[in-house]
C-alpha cells in the first residue's frame, strides 16, 4: 500500500511563497506520474501539476509561471513551490500518485492566501 503524505500548508500573505512537500512511502519511481491537485471551498478538486518519472511537468495555467513541481528521488518526495501567491490560491493541496493499476492520494494539506 503506497502512503502518500503532504505537509507545508500554512497562512501566508498575498505575494508570498511556501513549499509544499509529498512523502511517499515507496520509491517514487514506482509512480510514473505524481501530482498536486487542489479544492477550495465549494468546487471541485482541480489539477495544479504533475510530474512524471522522466522529469516532464504540467500546470494549470492559472499557476504558470509561479508555481514549479520538482522531485527528490533519493528522498522518495515530491515538492511544490508556490510563489507570488493569490488569494484565489487558497486551498486544500492533495498529493496523488499513480502507478498503471492504481492510485494514490495523501490526506491534503491547507494553504491560506490572507492578509
Known amino acids: 500500500q503506497v502512503q502518500l503524505v503532504e505537509s507545508g500548508g500554512d497562512l501566508v500573505q498575498p505575494g508570498g511563497s511556501l513549499r509544499l512537500s509529498c512523502a511517499a512511502s515507496v520509491s517514487i519511481f514506482s509512480l510514473y506520474v505524481m501530482g498536486w491537485y487542489r479544492q477550495a471551498p465549494g468546487k471541485q478538486r482541480e489539477l495544479v501539476a504533475t510530474i512524471t518519472s522522466g522529469d516532464s511537468t504540467n500546470y494549470l495555467d492559472f499557476v504558470k509561471g509561479r508555481f514549479t513541481i520538482s522531485r527528490d528521488n533519493a528522498n522518495n518526495t515530491v515538492y511544490l513551490q508556490m510563489n507570488s501567491l493569490k488569494p484565489e490560491d487558497t486551498a486544500v493541496y492533495y498529493c496523488?500518485?499513480?502507478?498503471?493499476?492504481?492510485?494514490?492520494w495523501g490526506k491534503g494539506t491547507l494553504v491560506t492566501v490572507s492578509s
Open positions: 496523488n500518485g499513480r502507478t498503471v493499476t492504481n492510485d494514490y
